[in-house]
């Protein structure tokens, strides 16, 4: 019974997927703050990120801000994900329960690549003087249920992207929906994420002294200038996902997940995600695949395991960890905190 299910669950996510091949330009590397792409939580990476539909921790803050509307105390979330190159990803995130008003949330995103050399022509090892990269993002969020099986929720959030002395920044929007359908317990779930103002770098770096007519003499020659750069979107995102939770005995459970993406900068892709959690969720064993039907992908397979330890006084603590297979690049791990209060 349960491959049946499943089956018909792949089926459905597939469907979503027919418009692949009509979709010839791909627009890869066409849109700002891509950090925005970058999964949060060692638990819904290790899951592939199919983890719309399953969003019930603090880290639905970022996949889907319904998810939200299923806590019920207070939930702080701290995620660290390591990249290529000595990138990484930090994530700080905090739920706040409001009873009949809804739950609020708050978060921030912050991507470093650390301190580089500047470089010029002539001094191709270095002038001696050092620059550095980030990117943030902070966030407000608000769910609550509208009726007892649909739940919606919002984030509004400020985006700011640094490159030595430039800057760019934009305002971003998420919405998501959940809905526990009466279809043998699926839950069915839809979110659209940065969609928002357009970015544009500018700063310091871009000043310039410039000749407004160089064939003209006697006029001045050294006008204070910027170089006018593109605007580009942000990463659009559109994700529609179902999942099942299966109860093994009384203590056990296996929860399996399919999400379809449709982004703006890319073609359409399915990650497909399962999680086994043993004695009431104090062990969690995950897995799932990234990218499927993306031609050219980097990303694959993704692993990872978490324990829920409830002996605390105040605290619940939850501990995960995750790891994802990368193609060329150095593969990714990340780890993640959660304390429920």
Same mark, same amino acid.
């Given at each position: 019974?349960?491959?049946? @299910?499943?089956?018909?669950?792949? /089926?459905?996510?597939?469907?979503?997927?027919?418009?692949?091949?009509?979709?010839?330009?791909?627009?890869?590397?066409?849109?700002?703050?891509?950090?925005?792409?970058?999964?949060?939580?060692?638990?819904?990476?290790?899951?592939?990120?199919?983890?719309?539909?399953?969003?019930?921790?603090?880290?639905? %803050?970022?996949?889907?801000?319904?998810?939200?509307?299923?806590?019920?105390?207070?939930?702080?979330?701290?995620?660290?994900?390591?990249?290529?190159?000595?990138?990484?990803?930090?994530?700080?995130?905090? /739920?706040?329960?409001?009873?009949?008003?809804?739950?609020?949330?708050?978060?921030?995103?912050?991507?470093?690549?650390?301190?580089?050399?500047?470089?010029?022509?002539?001094?191709?090892?270095?002038?001696?003087?050092?620059?550095?990269?980030?990117?943030?993002?902070?966030?407000?969020?608000?769910?609550?249920?509208?009726?007892?099986?649909?739940?919606?929720?919002?984030?509004?959030?400020?985006?700011?992207?640094?490159? &030595?002395?430039?800057?760019?920044?934009?305002?971003?929007?998420?919405?998501?929906?959940?809905?526990?359908?009466?279809?043998?317990?699926? @839950?069915?779930?839809?979110?659209? #994420?940065?969609?928002? #103002?357009?970015?544009?770098? #500018?700063?310091?770096?871009?000043?310039?002294?410039?000749?407004?007519?160089?064939?003209?003499?006697?006029?001045?020659?050294?006008?204070?200038?910027?170089?006018?750069?593109?605007? &580009?979107?942000?990463?659009?995102?559109?994700? /529609?996902?179902?999942?099942?939770?299966?109860?093994?005995?009384?203590?056990?459970?296996?929860?399996?997940?399919?999400?379809?993406?449709?982004?703006?900068?890319?073609?359409?892709?399915?990650?497909?995600?399962?999680?086994?959690?043993?004695?009431?969720?104090?062990?969690?064993?995950?897995?799932?695949?990234?990218? %499927?039907?993306?031609?050219?992908?980097?990303?694959?397979?993704?692993?990872?395991?978490?324990?829920?330890?409830?002996? %605390?006084?105040?605290?619940?603590?939850?501990?995960?960890?995750?790891?994802?297979?990368?193609?060329?690049?150095?593969?990714?791990? #990340?780890?993640? %905190?959660?304390?429920?209060?």
């Amino acid at each position: 019974m349960i491959h049946k @299910r499943f089956l018909i669950m792949i /089926v459905l996510a597939a469907a979503l997927l027919q418009p692949v091949e009509a979709q010839q330009v791909t627009k890869t590397g066409t849109t700002a703050a891509k950090f925005l792409s970058i999964g949060i939580g060692p638990r819904a990476n290790s899951m592939g990120g199919a983890y719309s539909s399953v969003a019930n921790d603090a880290s639905a %803050l970022y996949w889907n801000p319904a998810g939200i509307a299923n806590i019920n105390y207070f939930q702080s979330i701290f995620t660290y994900t390591k990249l290529f190159a000595d990138i990484n990803v930090n994530f700080v995130g905090l /739920v706040i329960p409001a009873g009949d008003i809804g739950n609020f949330g708050l978060s921030v995103t912050a991507l470093n690549i650390g301190d580089m050399d500047v470089t010029t022509e002539y001094y191709p090892e270095g002038t001696g003087e050092k620059f550095s990269a980030d990117s943030y993002a902070f966030a407000l969020s608000y769910a609550r249920y509208i009726t007892e099986e649909f739940a919606v929720g919002f984030n509004v959030k400020y985006i700011r992207e640094n490159i &030595f002395n430039s800057s760019a920044n934009g305002i971003g929007f998420d919405v998501g929906t959940i809905f526990k359908t009466p279809f043998y317990g699926i @839950r069915f779930a839809s979110s659209i #994420s940065n969609y928002g #103002s357009k970015m544009q770098m #500018s700063g310091q770096d871009l000043l310039i002294r410039h000749d407004p007519d160089p064939q003209r003499y006697g006029n001045n020659a050294t006008l204070d200038a910027n170089y006018a750069t593109d605007q &580009f979107e942000l990463p659009l995102r559109l994700q /529609v996902g179902i999942s099942r939770d299966f109860q093994i005995m009384d203590q056990h459970r296996l929860t399996i997940a399919i999400d379809a993406t449709h982004p703006n900068d890319n073609n359409q892709w399915v990650n497909v995600g399962g999680e086994f959690s043993l004695f009431n969720d104090l062990v969690s064993l995950r897995g799932g695949y990234k990218t %499927l039907f993306l031609k050219d992908t980097q990303e694959g397979l993704t692993v990872g395991a978490g324990l829920k330890y409830d002996g %605390l006084v105040f605290f619940t603590l939850v501990v995960d960890y995750s790891y994802q297979q990368m193609k060329y690049l150095d593969h990714m791990h #990340s780890f993640g %905190l959660i304390l429920s209060f």
